[in-house]
């Protein structure tokens, strides 16, 4: 498949393929990614990803989220049946779940959900105050809780994802150069945390424009041992999930794309789809 949105993790044995959904999925940041996770999976999956400029391509808002979200979602027509599940992790499991109801096919993908969480304006306050957070040597701690205090105000305030993600991004883009400019670090460096900030603000923006599933349920939820905030846990996209297979597991959110036990739990899920869809178990794997 040649498509701009979408790039190949990594070229099966077979003819299945497993779609990712996340704001990246490179390894070499903090938190493991679903680079981490093709390893750990049998070698017979194709996985493919969408390209992170898929979500900060026009980060100006030249393009508005709900408009690019449905740009992305019409690239499912280039899928059908050889797609067997569709994996998301954290506010990718919005975008995952919408993506696997638009797959045609007669058995629907599987969909797994690796930590969900729903996308409020207080989420991309939380991504933005950490970012402010790590200006404050250059900034100073009176500045930092200013912004960072002004900036929770308009989160509370927020009628719209996608304004309060222009906002703070416009506000970051003020304050980065002049943190920067004080530790002594050069304009670039400051472009680069203004460029991931607002990129990442814009995909959370996409993310909340995705429709709930009027489909089926997640066939697997995945989570850390890390609580989920309580002020989600009445939010629309939990209370969808009550009743779903969901597995605790004892990583915490950071190493659970990279968790042994939870690549085991879709390989044997998946396994199980092989088996119901031709009466044989899957073919043999080197994995």
Not at 36 to 47: A, F, G, H, K, N
Not at 59 to 79: H, K
Not at 173 to 181: D, I, K, M, V, Y
Not at 190 to 202: D, K, N, P, V, W
Request: hydrophobic share 45%.
């Amino acid at each position: 498949m040649n498509n701009p949105m979408w790039h190949t993790l990594r070229v099966g044995t077979g003819s299945e393929i497993v779609l990712v959904v996340d704001f990246s999925a490179d390894a070499g940041r903090e938190a493991a990614g679903f680079s981490d996770l093709v390893p750990l999976l049998p070698d017979r999956y194709t996985v493919q990803a969408p390209r992170r400029t898929t979500w900060t391509d026009d980060a100006d808002g030249a393009v508005d989220p709900s408009a690019r979200l449905q740009e992305w979602l019409s690239t499912a027509d280039l899928f059908g049946p050889e797609v067997v599940a569709v994996l998301g992790y954290c506010a990718g499991c919005r975008l995952s779940v919408a993506f696997a109801d638009r797959i045609a096919g007669p058995i629907p993908p599987e969909v797994v959900l690796f930590d969900p969480l729903p996308v409020v304006p207080q989420s991309l306050w939380q991504e933005y105050a950490k970012a402010v957070t790590q200006l404050a040597p250059g900034l100073g701690e009176d500045v930092v809780d200013q912004a960072t205090e002004r900036a929770r105000a308009r989160a509370d305030a927020a009628t719209s994802v996608e304004e309060l993600a222009r906002w703070l991004g416009e506000s970051y883009a003020e304050l980065a150069p002049r943190g920067c400019e004080e530790l002594g670090v050069d304009v670039e460096f400051a472009e680069q945390l203004i460029s991931r900030l607002t990129g990442y603000l814009r995909y959370l923006a996409i993310a909340a424009a995705a429709p709930l599933s009027s489909g089926r349920a997640p066939a697997l939820v995945l989570r850390s041992h890390e609580p989920v905030p309580p002020a989600l846990l009445e939010h629309a996209d939990a209370r969808q999930l009550e009743r779903v297979d969901a597995r605790q597991l004892d990583t915490p959110r950071v190493e659970l794309l990279r968790n042994q036990e939870a690549a085991d739990l879709v390989t044997r899920l998946l396994a199980g789809r092989s088996r119901d869809a031709t009466g044989f178990p899957p073919a043999h794997s080197s994995r």
